[in-house]
């Protein structure tokens, strides 16, 4: 017969003196009331080291495995702590809890070297499998604590290490020593804090928003900061998390929005007086009854429109979509505030969150956003995911962005808007204003084709391409509609695709614009195009001589049957120079026709079209091709206001 040897004496003499009364019934541990009868009994004068131990996530076994599955992992899970512990006394104390007290000294790495291979232990234990593999545990320790301690003081104070163990991201553990310093660190934050307040000790630091196209600063995310008297800029992980475990949060929150106020009350007349403010808040702070009211008071109070304040609803808020979040998000719009989802694609995401809640622009979070732009499978799904925003009518932004290849993805994505350090890293407010006067007048620059002796764009990055030129007529460069300007002859075609000038599809990256040229055509053949666009779901075009009577922009969308979207003029005269302006907005969903400078068509309620596929002039696959004189060929990377439109054909 094998020998057994018996290590901790005291606690095999203590479990022989038990009844059933200090015995969990599932594992046959020692319960809660023998580990209060045990600590009770030791020596006044011992030491002891205290473990915690919580299995992560227990309810998820229960759930899904089934209470009988459940039932058996905690029998084994009993086992292998004592076997883990052999002189040490071993309790379960509750569903998923359980404590082991070690007597006599440890040193704090003893008792982390124990605990790290309890953890790592637990990937032998010998379990089905498909269980196993998700199986971790948080453990919290305290270590050399007096028996004369009480035992409710140490075990609260394990508790909070092994809650921490689990803020850490679980299966690890905390010993209490070292969170006894935060702890201290917490106490002295709470009661510096009104103390910063009346010394205005927190302050804004800014992450500037950018149209990637014009890299103009439209907007900024303020950011707090605490420019402690003694520690210098604190970050917000420093001292946020307590101001949410305290409650304190919503005072900070309401604080930098008024703050945002004041600011833009500065910039009013200035360069900056319409760039968008955004302010996070808090999850607390949406519970707050009058948390609108609040708002608007403050806005009111330094009369600034309400359409140039942004929130930013954190993922917490969102992700469950409840109708106290949808009715709350709701009355911020209609007070006017713009309504921003936070970090959409991270922990905290639910696409039932952009369908159901009224909201303005989604966030892209910058760990989604630096994977999808990663690998192909990425750019597919962030692609769709974009497509379905603005088909919702909901705007999109791309956050912590780093490198120019992300950029390039986004926008071939469909993605214009863009945060993060590759522009600017978090910046005080003078380097802040520095940065978005730098460049308030970078706007996006037009693509022109002058046509004067060369199929170049005037900028020299783009060159147009003639397809399927016939040998009874050739292209040749002529005068334009004004002395100094040139012109290019399209010669026409009797089928269809021939003598067509192939435009680079990167000339036209946004999905709204605006196209300017003058024209003169030679003949009239009913819906021959000079303008072609084709996307991914269809295709727009312009006819001068859609009819007898028409000149027609047509916008044709592949997903309907029989759906054609028709803005139509009187017919363009034939050898006359005219001015045709077609400005198009797929937010918006409308259409505008322009000649000579005046608007004489609009069409609403259009089909967004996405992605372009050709850029033809002269030509479509369906009717025969143009023959006529183009000139000043422009596009620009925005819609353009009637009085830019005006401005831009009087320049001539």
């Not at 759906?563 to 918006?588: A, F, G, Q, R």
Request: proline share 4%; glycine share 4%.
């Amino acid at each position: 017969m094998k020998k057994i040897t018996i290590i901790n004496k005291e606690f095999m003499q203590f479990l022989k003196n038990r009844d059933s009364a200090y015995v969990d019934y599932l594992t046959q541990l020692p319960n809660r009331r023998a580990m209060y009868d045990y600590y009770n009994k030791m020596k006044k004068d011992s030491y002891v080291s205290v473990f915690f131990i919580d299995i992560d996530n227990f309810k998820m076994f229960n759930d899904v495995y089934g209470h009988s599955v459940g039932d058996e992992l905690l029998i084994t899970l009993a086992q292998y702590f004592r076997q883990s512990f052999p002189t040490s006394g071993m309790f379960r104390i509750g569903g998923d809890e359980f404590v082991a007290i070690t007597e006599g000294r440890k040193i704090e790495a003893e008792a982390i070297a124990l605990a790290t291979n309890l953890l790592e232990g637990i990937k032998n234990l010998k379990f089905r499998e498909d269980v196993r593999s998700q199986l971790t545990l948080s453990v919290g320790i305290i270590a050399n604590q007096n028996v004369s301690v009480n035992l409710d003081d140490i075990l609260e104070k394990c508790d909070n290490a092994m809650y921490r163990a689990k803020q850490k991201g679980k299966n690890s553990c905390v010993v209490f020593n070292s969170l006894e310093e935060e702890m201290k660190k917490t106490s002295e934050i709470e009661e510096e804090t009104e103390a910063a307040y009346s010394h205005n000790e927190f302050v804004p630091y800014f992450l500037p928003k950018i149209d990637i196209f014009s890299k103009t600063v439209y907007g900024a995310e303020l950011l707090v900061r605490w420019v402690h008297w003694l520690d210098g800029v604190r970050t917000p992980d420093a001292f946020i998390p307590v101001f949410e475990k305290n409650g304190s949060v919503s005072k900070l929150d309401f604080y930098m929005f008024e703050t945002a106020c004041k600011m833009k009350e500065d910039w009013k007349n200035t360069p900056l007086e319409k760039i968008v403010l955004a302010v996070n808040f808090s999850p607390v702070s949406f519970y707050i009854s009058d948390f609108k009211d609040r708002l608007v008071k403050i806005a009111d109070r330094y009369a600034i429109p309400h359409e140039q304040l942004e929130i930013e609803v954190p993922g917490k808020t969102y992700t469950d979509c409840t109708d106290r979040v949808k009715d709350l998000l709701k009355s911020l719009k209609e007070a006017g505030f713009l309504v921003t989802l936070d970090n959409f694609g991270g922990t905290y995401s639910s696409l039932a969150a952009i369908k159901d809640l009224p909201i303005d622009t989604v966030k892209f979070e910058r760990n989604f956003i630096r994977s999808t732009t990663s690998d192909k499978r990425g750019k597919k799904i962030l692609r769709n995911l974009f497509t379905l925003c603005k088909d919702l009518k909901v705007d999109i932004m791309a956050i912590g962005v780093e490198e120019e290849e992300q950029l390039e993805t986004l926008v071939s994505c469909g993605c214009y808007k863009a945060q993060g350090y590759y522009y600017l890293e978090p910046a005080t407010e003078d380097e802040f204003i520095k940065y978005a006067l730098s460049n308030s007048e970078n706007y996006a620059k037009p693509v022109k084709f002058s046509f004067n002796n060369t199929l170049t764009s005037d900028d020299e990055k783009y060159t147009a391409e003639i397809l399927n030129p016939t040998d009874d007529g050739r292209f040749e460069f002529a005068e334009g509609p004004k002395e100094g300007l040139g012109a290019i002859r399209f010669p026409g075609g009797h089928r269809n695709e021939d003598n067509i000038l192939k435009i680079p599809n990167e000339v036209l990256r946004t999905e709204s614009w605006t196209i300017c040229f003058w024209m003169n055509a030679e003949a009239i053949n009913r819906w021959t195009v000079i303008l072609y666009i084709k996307y991914e779901l269809g295709f727009v075009s312009f006819a001068p001589n859609s009819s007898d009577v028409n000149c027609c922009f047509r916008i044709r969308d592949s997903r309907e049957e029989s759906e054609w979207y028709d803005t139509k003029y009187d017919i363009l005269p034939l050898n006359t120079w005219e001015h045709v302006t077609i400005s198009y907005d797929s937010e918006k969903e409308e259409t505008n026709l322009y000649l000579n400078g005046k608007k004489v068509a609009g069409l609403k309620k259009v089909p967004a079209q996405r992605f372009v596929y050709n850029f033809w002039l002269g030509g479509d696959p369906y009717q025969q091709s143009f023959r006529g004189r183009l000139s000043e060929f422009t596009i620009y990377p925005e819609e353009k206001t009637p009085e830019e439109i005006e401005k831009i054909y009087k320049s001539f």
